[in-house]
């Protein structure tokens, strides 16, 4: 028996290397073969959290400068739901680039081994349209090393905040006035909604929220609750204190937190 079940997997393997060397192989040998890589990919890749309706939640938040901000959105939309308990971690001035200044990969396990809340929230990219350094070598943003450092960091504090029994979500950035960081935070949006799929957690794309009916940027615009409101600052990146309310609102709507 042990014999059969390995010839199989050598059959198998023979398959799915002739197709893709080129060896004449049937068609139909090679669509099994193909389903067997599908098959064997699948398996790699995690399966995406369940979202729990809930009554009460404790939320940690990581991030940087929009993490504070949505921090505070989500304490303003505390104060009226006492089920509902929110701590900060998120730093100004920190990301997942310089590392110099802030490691975000080293803070993210202290703090999921001392915070127990049940919702980690990771929040980061505002900062990060810059070069990356290691090993006093500079990885020019978007460049195929800027690209693996990054995924690696993203993946380290993603794995660094998950547990059994924890949900975990990745707020990506919101759409900006500034042109020449638009095309970035996409780029970065694309990146972390990949990874959150990869890492089994769930990515909550925060962009069109603050756009208006033509997927433009706005400075106002009407919040969850239909008020029309100034929601970002004068430097077309972060939020007005209406517009980080909104933001808390939005997000935890998105996470099935009872308001």
Not at 108 to 125: C, E, P, R, V, W
Not at 144 to 163: C, F, L, P, Q, S
Not at 178 to 185: I, L, V
Request: glycine share 8%; hydrophobic share 40%.
């Amino acid at each position: 028996m042990m014999n059969m079940i390995t010839d199989m997997k050598f059959l198998n393997f023979f398959k799915i290397t002739a197709c893709l060397v080129g060896i004449g192989v049937a068609t139909s040998a090679c669509a099994a073969g193909s389903s067997v890589l599908k098959i064997e990919e699948e398996k790699k890749v995690p399966k995406i959290q369940t979202i729990k309706k809930r009554d009460t939640a404790s939320v940690a938040i990581l991030g940087d400068s929009l993490a504070v901000g949505l921090y505070i959105g989500l304490t303003h939309l505390a104060r009226k739901n006492e089920k509902l308990k929110v701590q900060k971690y998120s730093r100004v001035n920190t990301g997942l680039v310089r590392y110099d200044r802030y490691d975000w990969s080293k803070a993210a396990k202290k703090i999921s081994q001392t915070d127990d809340s049940n919702i980690y929230i990771l929040m980061f990219g505002a900062n990060d349209l810059q070069s990356i350094r290691e090993n006093s070598k500079a990885y020019h943003f978007q460049s195929k090393g800027w690209v693996k450092h990054y995924n690696e960091r993203i993946d380290e504090i993603t794995n660094a905040v998950k547990k059994p029994g924890r949900e975990v979500f990745w707020v990506g950035l919101p759409i900006v006035g500034k042109s020449n960081f638009a095309d970035g935070y996409q780029y970065l949006n694309d990146m972390f909604r990949a990874r959150a799929k990869l890492n089994g957690i769930t990515y909550i794309d925060s962009w069109d929220w603050f756009a208006n009916s033509n997927g433009k940027f706005q400075m106002s615009g009407e919040t969850a609750d239909g008020k029309k409101r100034l929601l970002r600052a004068k430097d077309k990146v972060h939020f007005t204190p209406a517009g980080y309310a909104d933001l808390g609102v939005r997000v935890a709507k998105e996470m099935q937190i009872s308001n």
